[in-house]
């Protein structure tokens, strides 16, 4: 059998991430998503197994020691990581897998994928991500703020990517995604 592609999606928070990988599962249900362990709690209506994996700082590390992340990093005082078991099987399987990951995961997944296909998506600008994150809702004016200034340095990035998209319409932006993917 064939093995598959692995696809990482990256950029700062609240650049439209996972909206654009809901609308890419949406047209495209033979597209397969990692879902990601986090240390943070759940935010209303998260569903765990389905938007991440909630587990405690100590079964985290844990899992760290065993080797058990595809990646793994601290973000905003949380952890977050790509367990690796359920990507290499999706993967021997001939899946297309999409990983939807901060920066510094992405580099790391890079040492053990150099062949997975890196796109990194860009806000049309610090003001829009600005609003996008108040918009949202889901975080407080300091988390928003570490979250901005963090974006400033994940946007210096954006040339070590196979891609860089600029999110100002979500709509071309799919497109353009598709385009990367399935040619």
Do not use: C
């Amino acid at each position: 059998m064939e093995s598959g592609q692995l696809i990482v999606i990256t950029g700062p928070s609240g650049v439209g991430k996972g909206t654009l990988v809901k609308l890419l599962l949406a047209h495209h249900p033979e597209l397969t998503v990692s879902t990601s362990a986090t240390t943070r709690p759940p935010r209303k209506g998260e569903v765990n197994g389905e938007d991440y994996f909630f587990l405690s700082r100590d079964e985290f590390e844990t899992m760290i020691e065993k080797g058990e992340f595809l990646e793994w990093a601290e973000y905003t005082g949380n952890l977050y990581g790509t367990l690796r078991q359920a990507v290499e099987e999706e993967l021997e399987q001939g899946k297309q897998v999409l990983l939807e990951i901060e920066v510094l995961g992405a580099r790391k997944v890079h040492e053990s994928f150099p062949e997975a296909t890196r796109i990194f998506i860009l806000p049309p600008s610090l003001d829009v991500l600005e609003e996008r994150l108040k918009k949202r809702g889901k975080d407080s004016p300091s988390a928003i703020a570490q979250r901005l200034d963090y974006a400033k340095t994940e946007l210096e990035a954006a040339e070590e990517f196979d891609y860089s998209l600029v999110n100002d319409d979500v709509d071309r932006v799919l497109v353009e995604l598709e385009k990367i993917i399935f040619n």
